[in-house]
């Protein structure tokens, strides 16, 4: 779900606010999910930056792949960055 929050200010400039960003992470999040195991092949053992549904980065050093972010979009703020691997982990609190 997309809930369109963005206003025009004086001048005509577009503000997107937290919630679409909001939005647009969850979406991303939630193709993360549905496409995992095709990740998992075609990304192993990488970090991935994902806009919109879209794999728009891979690296497996965390420092490069943020820098490439970083270089296109000027910030993280819209991008799910996950580490995709299939060894198992555990959390122990």
Known sequence: MIVVTSIWI??????TTALEQLN?????????????????????????????????FSDPDLDALLAKVKEKYGSTES???????????????
Do not use: C, W
Request: glycine share 6%; aromatic share 10%; no cysteine.
């Open 10 to 15: 004086k001048g005509g400039i577009f503000v």
């Open 24 to 56: 647009r992470l969850e979406n991303s999040r939630e193709y993360l999910v549905r496409k995992l195991s095709i990740l998992m092949k075609n990304y192993p053992e990488q970090y991935v930056a994902i806009v919109d549904g879209n794999v728009v």
């Open 79 to 93: 991008v799910l960055i996950d580490y995709i691997t299939s060894k198992r982990s555990e959390i122990i609190v």
